[in-house]
């Protein structure tokens, strides 16, 4: 999935995921909701690392 298709599904800026994945950006709870439902993945997956 590209970022641009992310951010539409997820309903960002193409911007934003683009900030999250540098680590430029302190994500906020909704936003990290709208990434995991536009990946299909719970969130607690999404988060573990």
Do not use: G
Not at 27 to 32: G, I, S
Not at 36 to 45: C, D, R, S, T
């Amino acid at each position: 999935m590209s970022q641009q298709e992310l951010a539409d599904t997820a309903e960002i800026s193409k911007i934003t995921v683009q900030r999250i994945e540098n680590a430029k950006y302190s994500v906020t709870l909704d936003t990290l909701i709208s990434i995991a439902e536009a990946l299909n993945v719970p969130l607690k997956k999404l988060v573990d690392y």
